[in-house]
């Protein structure tokens, strides 16, 4: 049951996300953070977006409205349950080093991108940025490319991740469902390809 782990790491964003809003957290506009903010894009393109959809992007999400949006990635993606530990370990990966809050505006857009780095690093087969782009729509192909590489070099390519955080992000994720987590933990073997 992948949906217990989608559950999981939609209850950590969320979770993230409320704490970042009531300390009131932002991001300036002249930041490289703010690529990852789909207020950037709204402003680019106004003629893009009506008042009700730019209304629906900047509201608080809810933990099914994350869990909900990880899921429709799952199902079109189709990558492997792991990804979405790793995906949760990326997210906090680019936090630690920026201090990037989690904002209404900018959540989908980490989540599609470190989905997607996921699925490059874990998966042996993965599907290409276009299909992303087409999963959502928000992005054209370029912006997503844009984000991908945005992301990366925040990241220093540091796309690696021992077993030790692997290990402790999947008990922070069981802790939260801990009879019915469905995903078992990584024998050495299978951390070692992800270590490389």
Request: with cysteine.
């Amino acid at each position: 049951n992948v949906k217990l782990i989608i559950k999981a790491v939609a209850t950590l964003l969320h979770s993230n996300l409320l704490d970042d809003l009531q300390d009131g957290k932002t991001i300036p506009t002249k930041s490289e953070l703010y690529y990852f903010s789909e207020d950037k894009y709204i402003n680019e393109n106004p003629e893009n977006f009506d008042e009700e959809r730019i209304i629906l992007l900047r509201k608080v999400p809810t933990q099914e409205d994350i869990s909900g949006f990880i899921e429709a990635l799952y199902d079109l993606a189709q990558f492997s349950p792991e990804c979405c530990v790793i995906c949760l370990i990326y997210i906090n990966r680019i936090i630690a080093l920026t201090e990037l809050p989690l904002l209404p505006t900018n959540w989908r857009p980490l989540i599609l991108i470190s989905l997607m780095i996921a699925q490059k690093m874990w998966d042996d087969k993965f599907l290409s940025n276009a299909d992303f782009s087409f999963i959502y729509p928000f992005f054209d192909i370029q912006q997503v490319n844009k984000l991908e590489m945005k992301f990366l070099e925040i990241i220093q390519y540091n796309t690696h991740i021992k077993f030790s955080i692997y290990t402790k992000y999947y008990l922070e994720l069981k802790s939260l469902v801990p009879d019915e987590f469905p995903l078992k933990p990584m024998d050495v073997f299978t951390m070692h390809k992800l270590e490389k």
